[in-house]
């Protein structure tokens, strides 16, 4: 997966430097795979590439019914791109992280021709074959995948979804070197989020807890590095829920797991409001604890596919 989202990066980088035909580097990220490009995602604002649909064709002795790579690999994939800081779409890319931050996304164009393209795709895989549509993004295309994926999830279609390096736009707690000053401030900052949420929930009903709880069906993969500013939260977001849930908290917990405080003083998560982007009922998360020397190593989607990880996997469930 993580594979085939470079695909998408570097065919927006074959547009910008001319790269056509022989001399096009994206073919070979999906092909190897045995993948092809049934459509290219084209962004109306800057014409760059931001997103594709890929289709799998495996070679013949894959067919056999038996094959357990044919059993379990999707007839679909649907991958989008994160920023890239090129002259030809750095304003557009970056224009798009701030409409992220500030839980905006849903209402850009680009996204709105992603989702298109999620819905055809899903029609034309059928009922029987939702589960064989899969999605996949690093950084902003991880936003956007999850914005597509929470989408169907509410419609009743639970997509397989890949997420490389998420944002997750809060203060940096996981960076704090010292454990129990970690715990600290989580188990402290829980207790004021469920107050706050309380106080501006008063009289909505509960709706906001029945639409998050309603996603729990939906289990994406989150790729994640504890070097990754940008990403690093979801380890102590998952794991805090279990440390509530020990010292006697866990109602606390599961209140202050579907709100952020900053979001719910700017009307995000209330009564008439939208849901935070990044906050997720269920997950496997999988983090890379391998060495990282800088923010472009631990960040990048290159470091998903080096034959060398170090990665810790756990299934979180709401």
Known sequence: MASLVQGVYVMERDRQWNRHGHDARAPA????????????????????IFGAVYAFQPPWHLLDPAAAAAASAPHYVVAFRGTITKKAS?????????????????????FHAAMRTVH????AAGHQHHHRVWLAGHSL???????????????GVALPTFLFNAPFPSAPVERIGDRRVRQGVRIAN??????????????????????????????PNVFVNPGDPISAEYVGYFDHRKKMEDIGAGAVGRVATRNSVKDLLLGIGTAGGCEPLHLFPSAVLTVNRG?????KAAHGIHQWWRPDLALECAAHYY
């Not at 990220?29 to 045995?34: G, L």
């Not at 295309?141 to 419609?155: D, E, H, V």
């Not at 060495?291 to 923010?295: E, I």
């Open 29 to 48: 990220w999906w092909r190897f795979f045995h993948f092809e490009v049934r459509e290219v995602l084209v962004d109306a604002a800057d014409s760059s």
């Open 90 to 110: 750095a304003s557009r890319d970056l224009a798009l992280d701030l409409q992220l931050v500030r839980n905006s996304l849903d209402r850009t164009s680009r």
């Open 120 to 123: 055809a795709v899903v029609a």
């Open 141 to 155: 295309g991880s936003a956007i995948s999850t914005l597509a994926a929470k989408s169907m999830a509410r419609a």
């Open 190 to 219: 829980s207790f004021v989020t469920a107050a706050a949420a309380t106080l501006l929930h008063h009289g909505s009903g509960g709706g906001g807890y029945d639409a998050f709880a309603a996603l729990a069906r939906w289990v």
């Open 291 to 295: 060495a990282s020397p800088d923010f």
